[in-house]
């Protein structure tokens, strides 16, 4: 599926490292033919554990992950949202993504100039998220005053639009994000034509010293993170860019005992490719076979014929049924035989409601 979460930030505070830790750490693209990648976007493989023992149980000729996107977005400075630096490159990239990745700098070194002068992650959030306020108002202006000409004329979906417009700017003109507003089912459809900036979910990232990876709680510039974080009802990753650069370029055993000697159980990548992948509503399902053993990204809530689809249209165009069985149950009993003859295999049909970890064989006709 092609959904992209940016990563952006002010100068200085490790966005290009980490974006260099994740294209060091990318999927192998053979695995992704149909890929087009651009310089500044970078495709990982999204870690889940399941997919290991599935392969130990199938043992496959092959093994296929599911794969998330990275885009580095252009640096932003104060102003970004009136051309300051650059800004409209900026804003531009954050419309084509889903999800933002906030990269804040929360570690001192004196051989790292901040833009501002001094270490101050709560500041540097309010400038980003400031900016793509400021851009968000303009956009809301720039509809009001069409709309609301519509509106004395009595159309119908001028009536509906800008009460949510009135809505929407009262919010931002308090320096608070459009996803912040409370709205009907009705109204949620409205704003989500309008492609506002502030509407993308927010993760941030926390950028700390090497001291400090296996142990943050210490760290007051986290603390303040977290903090703010929580009254945006947003997650907090804590990594270290400058150390996540040396583990991409670790596989295996190798890996593990260099986290092991930092005292940390999985990568801050890791965690942060899905983090990024939840905050967007996804989840995988698999397919299980001698030949081969994938994991497949779809939306939650997604039916059975459209997971079908993502494998192929005709998978989805010519649906029968889903023959499924839950992960817990095929480890528990062993293989696909043995979970059948438990009565754990299931036939879905078409209103079945995908779940994470399903390992699904589809039915279909075309």
């Not at 001028?158 to 809505?167: G, I, R």
């Not at 650069?245 to 593990?256: M, T, V, Y």
């Not at 965690?271 to 967007?280: F, K, P, V």
């Not at 035989?337 to 589809?362: M, P, Q, S």
Request: glycine letters at 6%; hydrophobic letters at 40%; charged letters at 30%.
């Amino acid at each position: 599926m092609a959904l992209t979460a940016g990563i952006v930030g002010l100068p200085n505070v490790g966005k290009s490292t980490l974006f260099n830790a994740i294209t060091q750490a990318g999927a192998e693209s053979a695995n992704y033919p149909f890929c087009t990648i651009d310089p500044n976007v970078g495709i990982v493989e999204v870690p889940d554990h399941r997919l290991t023992k599935l392969t130990e149980l199938v043992q496959p000729k092959k093994t296929v992950p599911t794969a998330f996107e990275f885009t580095d977005i252009a640096g932003i400075v104060k102003g970004a949202s009136k051309g300051e630096g650059l800004g409209n490159k900026f804003l531009a990239h954050i419309r084509e993504v889903d999800a933002i990745c906030q990269v804040v700098r929360c570690f001192a070194d004196e051989n790292i100039t901040h833009v501002s002068g001094n270490v101050d992650p709560i500041s540097d959030i309010e400038v980003i998220n400031l900016e793509l306020i400021l851009a968000d108002l303009e956009s809301v202006d720039k509809r009001i005053s069409r709309v609301e000409k519509l509106a004395k004329q009595k159309d119908k979906e001028a009536l509906v639009e800008f009460p949510v417009l009135t809505k929407i700017k009262e919010a931002l003109e308090n320096e608070q994000a459009a996803r912040t507003v409370e709205l009907t089912e009705e109204e949620a459809k409205v704003v989500k034509g309008l492609h506002l900036l502030t509407t993308k979910p927010m993760l941030y990232v926390a950028n700390v010293d090497e001291d400090d990876v296996a142990d943050p709680s210490g760290n007051e510039y986290v603390q303040k993170v977290r903090e703010f974080a929580a009254k945006d009802n947003a997650e907090v990753i804590v990594i270290c860019a400058k150390i996540e650069e040396e583990i991409a370029e670790l596989e295996g055993e190798e890996k593990e005992m260099f986290l092991s000697e930092l005292g940390i159980a999985e990568s801050g990548l890791d965690q942060l490719i899905r983090a990024a992948y939840n905050l967007l509503g996804l989840a995988t399902y698999f397919t299980a076979g001698v030949q081969e053993v994938r994991a497949w990204t779809f939306r939650q809530g997604m039916k059975a014929p459209q997971c079908a689809g993502v494998i192929h249209s005709d998978f989805e165009r010519g649906f029968i049924r889903a023959e499924t069985v839950f992960y817990d149950d095929l480890i528990a009993t062993g293989s696909m035989t043995a979970a059948r003859e438990a009565g754990k295999v299931r036939l879905e049909g078409k209103d079945y409601i995908v779940k994470d970890g399903d390992i699904i064989h589809f039915r279909f006709n075309v």
